[in-house]
């Protein structure tokens, strides 16, 4: 991953513009191999002068690897590199496609002019002269014409949806992909489907957006050494300063301002596990298999038709120490995959049953989850239904935060469960004048790692009988310190929550 720019890097551009003004022999044909000097020679800036290409930009036009991604802060200037890209790309390449998808219409138009802008106002030809003629203009297409050749390339803009499906493009720009609706359905069966096609085509795809929280996509291919992922802030940028930059700060929150001037990926603002928590949770001891300890508690969140279903065993590792000292470790972890027959998860569970014999089956019993807990029941194994209310919900989730608050559960550091953790949210509504929270995941994703490994816990806690009596209202706030200095000063009861806690409570705390 390259986030900084050498000295070298500044000094390789300065002899590209230097070539293309000196013109020495032969230089003409650096313009096909370099789209950084085929810029400069041909386009202008909002100045009228030639495009100077930043440092940056020079680095990632010029990367020839099949899959680049760019997680650049706003203004580091992501649109300029697609549509130089582009250009050179459909200019260079006879009959070639490159495909533009964006996360609306509007941006995907937005491209398109922006190429237009920089065709129209070059100092070779303009974009009507490369536009095949008697054809009528398209905003979400351009034809041009490629050199010496009667053949033309297309560059089609299209929203992040089912419609890119059909072509067949040599280069595939993602823009914004963090922030596609669906991303992880269109970019993983349509985009990835594209580079699968026997056809004797080497497709690209650049892939550039801010960053928006670690999940989707966007996330994940920067953490895949595959990727030729390259991250760049504000700084980047020479024309920023300082002072306009405490301008910006002053008008967002601190994670929107780290997220889009800082390039930063952080969680959702509405997290409720903090990264701290899910940081000081995380140990390699975690998920090693059980190795004979005692006392046991199974939880398991049974699948959907979109969901997996998850069974967490774990254990209370210094039982002899006092009630709210002691440590849970989640021992084994075991995921069945989407479609498993109920009938096989059951066998699972009476397998683990003889080999175990933990305490309790902590089992999700909302909806299809009932008939399997009635099942083991009457066999004589020890299940807890837990039917999951808005309530009930509230009352394991907090029990798993407290937990990660104090240092007292060990989790492995497991992609999918991390990722379930960090995007796992808090939202705050009233209903008839009470306070009615609910915790939750993001629309479209998924919290049956969650969930499973809050069953676990809870029941690993009512065990002991010891069950916590207050509610932490999350910090809206990314920073550690800040949240730190909320639990050292006690914790901030939300009133309106804890007057509907009084009322509303299930159980004795």
């Known amino acids: 991953m390259k986030s900084e720019i050498t000295e070298q890097d500044k000094l390789n551009l300065k002899k590209k513009f230097e070539i293309v003004d000196n013109k020495p022999p032969g230089w003409v044909g650096y313009l096909k191999l370099d789209p950084t000097m085929f810029a400069y020679n041909f386009f ?69 002019r922006k190429i237009k802008v920089f065709l129209n106002t070059s100092r070779f030809t303009t974009w009507k002269e490369l536009f095949p003629k008697g054809k009528k203009e398209s905003k979400a297409e351009i034809e041009i014409k490629n050199p010496g050749k009667k053949t033309y390339s297309r560059i089609i ?32 069966q349509v985009v990835l489907g594209m580079l699968n096609r026997i056809d004797g085509i080497k497709r690209r795809i650049l892939a550039l957006s801010t960053p928006n929280g670690r999940f989707g996509p966007f996330w994940e291919c920067f953490n895949n050494k595959a990727w030729s992922s390259y991250q760049f802030n504000w700084r980047i940028n020479p024309y920023n300063t300082e002072e306009m930059m405490n301008i910006l700060r002053s008008t ?102 003889e080999v175990i014999k933990p305490n309790m089956f902590m089992l999700d019993a909302t909806g299809v989850g009932e008939g399997p807990s009635d099942v083991l029941k009457a066999e004589g194994i020890p299940v807890e239904p837990f039917k999951f209310s808005l309530f009930s919900k509230v009352t394991i989730m907090n029990n798993l935060k407290i937990l990660m608050q104090q240092g007292r559960i060990q989790i492995p550091n497991d992609k999918e469960l991390i990722s379930q953790i960090e995007m796992f949210e808090y939202e705050a509504s009233k209903s008839g004048g009470v306070m009615q929270p609910k915790l939750h995941a993001p629309i479209g994703k998924h ?63």
């Open 252 to 353: 967002m929150t601190d994670l929107q301002f780290r997220a889009e001037y800082e390039a930063e990926f952080v969680s959702s603002r509405d997290a409720y596990f903090t990264q701290l928590e899910i940081n000081n949770a995380i140990s390699s001891e975690a998920n090693q298999g059980w190795k004979g300890e005692p006392n046991c508690v199974v939880g398991v969140d049974f699948g959907k038709i979109n969901d997996k279903c998850v069974i967490d065993i774990g254990a209370v590792l210094n039982q002899e120490e006092r009630k709210n000292k002691q440590v849970i470790r989640l021992l084994d972890r075991q995921v069945q995959p989407l479609g498993s027959d109920y009938a096989l998860v059951i066998a699972k569970l009476k397998a683990i049953n």
């Open 447 to 509: 919290d049956d790692e969650v969930d499973a490994l809050a069953l676990m816990c809870y029941g690993l806690v009512k065990d002991t009988g010891y069950i916590y009596s207050k509610f932490i209202t999350p910090v809206l706030s990314e920073e550690p310190d800040e949240w730190q200095k909320t639990v050292d000063k006690g914790v901030q009861h939300n009133i309106d929550f804890v007057n509907w806690l009084n009322k509303n409570s299930m159980q004795t705390f």
């Open 44 to 112: 202008v800036d909002d100045r009228n002068l030639p495009l100077r290409l930043f440092p940056h930009q020079d680095l990632i036009l010029n990367d020839k690897s099949q899959l680049r991604l760019l997680n650049l802060a706003r203004g580091a200037g992501k649109s300029t590199i697609a549509a130089i890209e582009a250009i050179t790309m459909s200019y260079w390449n006879d009959n070639s496609l490159v495909l533009i998808m964006s996360s609306t219409k509007p941006q995907a138009l937005e491209v398109i």
């Open 157 to 188: 803009s299209v929203p992040a949806t089912d419609a890119a499906r059909g072509y067949s493009p040599n280069l595939i720009i993602c823009d914004e992909l963090a922030f596609w609706e669906n991303q992880e359905s269109i970019f993983n």
